[in-house]
């Protein structure tokens, strides 16, 4: 009886101590196989640095402590880079049948770097890599449009107030203004030269006083390809309303923009484009080389 006892204590340490060196082999495997991966979304000690130098810099002055309180009511600056790259569907439709931009993209929210695809044949990209501008189409007129400007343009209305938290990035506090009978915080974001395509764009933003939500964008474009001729330095004032907002991890995002010229008494004038945003996710699993140039590609010069 002696000996049938030691011999299943004996398996039975043999047993757990070969289940527990498995265990370990397979979580030392998949610690190493998580460590190799080079991933888009930055480690939490990054984010935690960053969301604190913006909030450092931010709560500084007034017309920063309105964008840090609008980051706030819209999830979080941590939470923001926390998720990881964002993926969405953004439908830009000009009601005076110009060009529609219609594509699903995904932006590394870290980095700005883009790849858009089309709905029609997702084989058909463009993007930009943090240094260039890409595209690998089939169809020459796959894309009908300056795919260099476009592929971050969606992301920088669609990610305020989180993309005012880098350098460059310049605030003023202006007179309350109205709209809908009420009275909004209104902050002007300038760029400073060198910072981006376009530093001489502007934007006007009306954050709400109880909710400190973004309602309004006004904004011009002053993308030098598109003023080449000198008459002009920038497009006219427009007038952006946001319809409404959804919550996809945690993060506030429009669902919908009606963008209208800007009258002289600074008010919403014609109604000119309609913009709509589904199909939000966010992709922490991603890593860099998603955002490479692919083979195959060519550059937009």
């Known amino acids: ?51 604190e130098k913006a909030k450092t810099k931010l709560q500084s002055t007034e017309a920063g402590n309105i964008i840090w309180q609008a980051m706030e009511a819209h999830g979080g600056l941590k939470n923001w880079y ?27 929210t870290w980095s700005n770097k883009a790849r858009h695809q089309s709905l029609t044949d997702s084989t058909d990209e ?11 189409t089939k169809d020459s007129l796959a894309f009908p449009f300056d795919m260099r400007f476009w592929a971050l343009t969606p992301h920088y ?13 310049n605030f003023k506090k202006l007179e309350d203004k109205t709209h809908k009978n009420e009275t909004f915080n ?9 910072t981006g395509d376009a530093p001489d764009d502007y ?16 904004y011009i474009v002053s993308y030098p390809e598109y003023f080449k001729n000198g008459k002009m330095k920038h497009s006219p004032e427009k007038f952006m309303e ?28 014609a109604h000119i484009t309609t913009i709509t945003v589904d199909n939000i996710s966010f992709k922490p699993e991603l890593e ?14």
Not at 90 to 104: A, E, I, S
Not at 203 to 218: D, E, G, P, Q
Not at 255 to 268: Q, R, S
């Open 1 to 51: 009886m002696k000996n049938i006892l030691l011999t299943l204590t004996l398996g039975a340490s043999i047993f757990a101590t070969s289940c527990k060196n498995n265990t370990e082999a397979k979580t030392e495997s998949t610690t190493v196989e998580t460590a190799t991966k080079d991933l888009a979304l930055k480690p939490e000690s990054w984010i935690n640095a960053r969301v």
């Open 82 to 108: 926390s998720n990881g790259p964002v993926s969405f569907h953004f439908d830009y439709l000009p009601l005076d049948g110009k060009t529609r931009r219609n594509t699903h993209q995904t932006i590394d």
């Open 126 to 136: 463009f993007g930009w890599t943090g240094e260039k501008a890409w595209k690998k």
């Open 157 to 169: 209305f669609l990610s305020q107030p989180f993309v005012f938290d880098g350098e460059g990035v």
């Open 186 to 194: 209104t902050v002007k974001v300038t760029f400073s030269p060198g």
């Open 203 to 218: 934007y006007i933003l009306y954050f709400s006083k109880t909710t400190h939500k973004l309602a309004v964008i006004r």
């Open 242 to 269: 946001i319809q409404g907002y959804q919550t996809v991890s945690g993060i506030e995002f429009p669902t919908a923009y009606h963008t209208h010229w800007l009258t002289k008494n600074e008010t919403a004038g």
């Open 288 to 301: 860099n080389d998603y955002f490479d140039m692919p083979n195959g590609a060519v550059l937009i010069e």
